[in-house]
T-cell receptor, first 114, second 114 residues
Framework: AQSVTQLDSQVPVFEEAPVELRCNYS??????LFWYVQYPNQGLQLLLK????STLVKGINGFEAEFNKSQTSFHLRKPSVHISDTAEYFC????????????WGAGTKLIIKP | DAGVTQSPTHLIKTRGQHVTLRCSPI?????VSWYQQVLGQGPQFIFQ???????GRGNFPDRFSARQFPNYSSELNVNALLLGDSALYLC?????????????FGNGTRLTVT
């Protein structure tokens, strides 16, 4: 069975500092990988996705993620965070061909310190 | 253009009651998915509908049911409510039901069961 582990429940970081949010998955088959962001009292918004091709994926708001098949990881990075990045970030995987059967991590709260 | 709209935004019910949650997808989107997000956890997939047919069902009891109407809006019904059903219920729509169609989430319905 597939599962997703987000290793940090909270990540505090100073404004304008770089950040990495970690995501590892377990699966015996190829998967598609996603990062979503959830701002307070809002639904989820797609940040970026990896379906195939280049392992470095660029998303919205200056975020990027790198797919590492050997380490089964899909870590999210941003070189310089802003106060507006305060949110909860979710990593998710799905089997190829289906966009609904997402399996989600527990989320990482990104806390930006001024 | 309006995004995915869900109603109501908040709801309080008592144990044993039933509840109906509603979702209107983005215009032109034919697929609607429902997720349950318990506080502090990632979303859990409940149902997906595409062209008014159920395309997938998560690991939820039969107390949970859903349907999609000819205008592609959807309802999620939960019978015999339990305290553990308290959660944020998210609806997502997409143009199609494959991984090239990103999910667009509504802001959710916060259900509290007392």
């Amino acid at each position: 069975a597939q599962s997703v582990t987000q290793l940090d429940s909270q990540v505090p970081v100073f404004e304008e500092a770089p950040v990495e949010l970690r995501c590892n998955y377990s699966s015996s088959v190829s998967v598609y990988l996603f990062w979503y962001v959830q701002y307070p009292n809002q639904g989820l918004q797609l940040l970026l996705k990896y379906l195939s091709g280049s392992t470095l994926v660029k998303g919205i708001n200056g975020f990027e993620a790198e797919f590492n098949k050997s380490q089964t990881s899909f870590h999210l990075r941003k070189p310089s965070v802003h106060i507006s990045d305060t949110a909860e970030y979710f990593c998710a995987v799905s089997p190829p061909g289906s966009n609904y059967q997402l399996i989600w991590g527990a989320g990482t709260k990104l806390i930006i310190k001024p | 253009d309006a995004g995915v709209t869900q109603s109501p935004t908040h709801l309080i019910k008592t144990r044993g009651q039933h509840v109906t949650l509603r979702c209107s997808p983005i215009s032109g989107h034919k697929s609607v998915s429902w997720y349950q997000q318990v506080l502090g956890q990632g979303p859990q997939f409940i149902f997906q509908y595409y062209e008014k047919e159920e395309r997938g069902r998560g690991n939820f009891p039969d107390r949970f049911s859903a349907r999609q109407f000819p205008n592609y809006s959807s309802e999620l019904n939960v019978n015999a409510l339990l305290l553990g059903d308290s959660a944020l219920y998210l609806c997502a729509s997409s143009l199609l039901a494959d991984n090239n169609s990103p999910l667009h989430f509504g802001n959710g319905t916060r259900l509290t069961v007392t």
